[in-house]
């Protein structure tokens, strides 16, 4: 039996090189691949903003861009519940091109500032447009800016803003996902960008924007958008478009304005909105675009873009960080230290007995629809999409953490269910299964909890401080953050997410690891799976109407919809990851915490935070 744990130490050991290797990788190929080849600069900033709160943002700044020569520049703005890193493609590829780009954190996102509501969020698109204007090496009469979704909604602030200072300064716009401003407050189509260049993403499955109204008073489909007033008013530069020849997507419309000439153009990608932020076309209508506005000083076609390796390397470092949180917890489990925490031998499946089979496949089943059938009442009843602070500091881990939990809950009414009427009778132990345990090894799971959770972190900031990198995949994110983040995690979406995730490890490995399909990656594929199911449904009974019909079939859920993408991975790797610490301590809370902790810090550390 010793030998048998000396192999899997050993293992452990090779595992964790590998790991760290993984994440050397990706953070090196990522800082490459977004500094062009250490052609681009990088730098962290923050400043004040007149309004009195500090943004922070990455400056992009290209060899070529000098006092003695200046060049275009360009601000690109994450949407609602994001962050800077978010708009990587674009400022890869802009930077690529020989344009200073901003990335900003919004107000109340990332590391910039928090206010109380959304007003105060949609004006910090201006305040990046003045700090950029300031800096010598900046074409002050070609500054850009592109916003996605509320991005989108800000950089529409950005302009009014822009239209009453003495100067403007805005001379081309973008909008990702949002819609344009086409009436003025008494209805009337309005032009309130002059002559500026303006164009718009128009995704043809949008879950937010890109709607109008047809002949009969129904609201018209996003994939529809082109057809109708509000698309075509924005194609004639603010006038009624009623009687005119209709004008299609991907074509530039030139016209003069105020003396200028000025352009419009709507793409219309057939992508969703948080896709936007993870596409090829996307990033070609915003490469081509600024182009043909701004110029670029370093011409590229559109299509040849590098952005996608840094995906790749991002997603090395995501594979690096979990194979880290496994071994890294084993291994220390085998120092003198948390020695009581590890078993003499690996944990095998349990053979189930007469009616095992029925009390397993139930309990998936009831807690898959459990989960399901909550999940959209619950985010409502949290309200976890709220344009200004109610209850708690940050809405949407609230809603999720709430969720969460009740499906924690119900999970323990399960086995307390399935141990006192099947488990008891057939030898069911609690204490062999690692349900129960002395306080003592109950303080040192949860130290070596925290100590895992702060090492793997500490990857993320190095990564974040010596790199300018994180470890991400479109909205699957580790990322570095303040310290107001830990302070807001603790309560209650700390709490909320353990009860969950201990209650699945339990669940998971102590009451649901037996001999179904006769190996071992079997039960844990089954019960994985089963993780996943509820953001999976939820997911498809929205977007398969969507595609078929134009129109998700619960439209008012769109926002607590999108925000269970990430969860078609966390939910999984769960299972996985507190399987293989499980197996090699039989102890459920250990991986249960471990998991809770870090899906805290992701949820917190990547939406919007009120004051």
């Known amino acids: 039996m010793w030998f048998i744990m000396e192999k899997k130490?050993?293992?452990?050991?090779?595992?964790?090189?590998?790991?760290?290797?993984?994440?050397?990788?990706?953070?090196?190929?990522?800082?490459?691949?977004?500094?062009?080849?250490?052609?681009?600069?990088?730098?962290?900033?923050?400043?004040?903003?007149?309004?009195?709160?500090?943004?922070?943002?990455l400056l992009l700044v290209p060899q070529n861009a000098s006092a003695d020569s200046p060049v275009p520049a360009i601000v690109t703005s994450h949407g609602m519940y994001n962050n800077r890193e978010m708009q990587d493609a674009n400022y890869v590829e802009l930077a690529r091109r020989g344009y200073v780009v901003f990335s900003m954190d919004m107000i109340s996102h990332?590391?910039?500032?928090?206010?109380?509501?959304?007003?105060?969020?949609?004006?910090?698109?201006?305040?990046?447009?003045?700090?950029?204007?300031?800096?010598?090496?900046?074409?002050?009469?070609?500054?850009?800016?592109?916003?996605?979704?509320?991005?989108?909604?800000s950089s529409n602030t950005a302009v009014n803003l822009d239209n009453a200072a003495e100067t403007q300064l805005i001379s081309a716009v973008l909008l990702n996902c949002a819609d344009a401003a086409y009436a003025d407050d008494n209805g009337n189509f309005t032009n309130i960008y002059g002559s500026r260049d303006v164009g718009i993403i128009a995704a043809q499955y949008d879950e937010f924007f890109m709607q109008d109204v047809d002949e009969n008073g129904n609201i018209t489909s996003p994939r529809d958008y082109i057809k109708y007033k509000n698309a075509q008013s924005f194609l004639y530069f603010g006038t009624d478009p009623s009687d005119k020849e209709l004008r299609q997507a991907e074509t530039i419309y030139s016209e003069a304005v105020d003396g200028e000439n000025?352009?419009?153009?709507?793409?219309?990608?057939?992508?969703?909105?948080?896709?936007?932020?993870?596409?090829?076309?996307?990033?070609?209508?915003?490469?081509e675009f600024f182009e043909e506005a701004l110029g670029a000083p370093n011409p590229i076609s559109a299509t040849n873009q590098i952005w996608q390796w840094k995906e790749f390397f991002n997603f090395?470092?995501?594979?690096?960080?979990?194979?880290?949180?496994?071994?890294?917890?084993?291994?220390?489990?085998?120092?003198?230290?948390?020695?009581?925490?590890?078993?003499?031998?690996?944990?095998?499946?349990?053979?189930?007995?007469?009616?095992?089979?029925?009390?397993?496949?139930?309990?998936?089943?009831?807690?898959?629809?459990?989960?399901?059938?909550?999940?959209?009442?619950?985010?409502?009843?949290?309200?976890?999409?709220?344009?200004?602070?109610?209850?708690?500091?940050?809405?949407?881990?609230?809603?999720?953490?709430?969720?969460?939990?009740?499906?924690?809950?119900?999970?323990?009414?399960?086995?307390?269910?399935?141990?006192?009427?099947?488990?008891?009778?057939?030898?069911?132990?609690?204490?062999?299964?690692?349900?129960?345990?002395?306080?003592r090894k109950v303080g040192k799971t949860i130290v070596?909890?925290?100590?895992?959770?702060?090492?793997?972190?500490?990857?993320?900031?190095?990564?974040?401080?010596?790199?300018?990198?994180?470890?991400?995949?479109?909205?699957?994110?580790?990322?570095?953050?303040?310290?107001?983040?830990?302070?807001?995690?603790?309560?209650?979406?700390?709490?909320?997410?353990?009860?969950?995730?201990?209650?699945?490890?339990l669940a998971v490995n102590s009451f649901n690891y037996n001999d179904i399909g006769k190996r071992n990656w079997v039960n844990i594929l089954i019960v994985a799976?089963?993780?996943?199911?509820?953001?999976?449904?939820?997911?498809?009974?929205?977007?398969?109407?969507?595609?078929?019909?134009?129109?998700?079939?619960?439209?008012?859920?769109?926002?607590?919809?999108?925000?269970?993408?990430?969860?078609l991975v966390y939910l999984p790797a769960a299972a996985v990851i507190?399987?293989?610490?499980?197996?090699?301590?039989?102890?459920?809370?250990?991986?249960?915490?471990?998991?809770?902790?870090?899906?805290t810090l992701i949820s917190c550390s990547n939406t919007l935070t009120w004051s």
């Open 448 to 505: 070596l909890a925290l100590i895992v959770v702060a090492v793997t972190y500490g990857w993320v900031f190095f990564a974040d401080y010596f790199f300018n990198t994180d470890f991400r995949i479109w909205v699957v994110a580790m990322k570095a953050f303040e310290a107001d983040k830990v302070l807001i995690a603790i309560f209650p979406y700390a709490l909320f997410f353990l009860i969950y995730y201990i209650a699945n490890s």
């Open 9 to 57: 130490k050993k293992s452990a050991m090779r595992f964790l090189i590998i790991a760290i290797v993984l994440m050397f990788i990706s953070m090196i190929g990522a800082s490459l691949v977004q500094t062009s080849g250490n052609s681009v600069t990088i730098k962290d900033i923050s400043f004040e903003t007149t309004s009195g709160y500090k943004m922070s943002g």
């Open 316 to 439: 090395l470092g995501l594979i690096g960080i979990a194979m880290f949180i496994i071994n890294f917890t084993i291994l220390m489990s085998f120092t003198p230290l948390f020695s009581s925490l590890c078993v003499k031998e690996a944990v095998t499946s349990t053979p189930l007995k007469k009616g095992g089979k029925i009390w397993f496949w139930g309990s998936l089943i009831l807690g898959a629809l459990f989960g399901t059938l909550i999940y959209f009442p619950v985010l409502k009843l949290a309200n976890s999409f709220s344009t200004q602070r109610t209850m708690f500091a940050q809405s949407s881990p609230w809603g999720i953490s709430l969720w969460a939990m009740l499906c924690g809950l119900f999970t323990i009414l399960c086995m307390v269910t399935s141990y006192h009427f099947y488990g008891k009778k057939n030898g069911f132990r609690l204490i062999d299964h690692g349900v129960t345990m002395s306080l």
């Open 110 to 153: 990332g590391n910039s500032e928090n206010t109380e509501n959304i007003g105060g969020i949609v004006v910090g698109m201006y305040e990046a447009v003045k700090m950029l204007n300031s800096l010598n090496y900046i074409d002050s009469s070609k500054i850009g800016i592109t916003g996605h979704s509320l991005g989108g909604m």
């Open 578 to 599: 507190s399987r293989k610490i499980y197996r090699i301590t039989n102890n459920p809370y250990l991986p249960g915490i471990i998991n809770g902790l870090i899906i």
């Open 529 to 567: 799976l089963f993780n996943v199911i509820p953001p999976a449904v939820l997911l498809i009974i929205q977007y398969v109407p969507f595609k078929t019909t134009g129109f998700l079939l619960f439209p008012s859920y769109n926002m607590v919809t999108v925000l269970l993408f990430p969860f």
């Open 262 to 287: 000025s352009m419009r153009v709507i793409y219309n990608p057939e992508i969703t909105h948080p896709w936007s932020h993870f596409s090829k076309q996307s990033t070609v209508a915003t490469i």
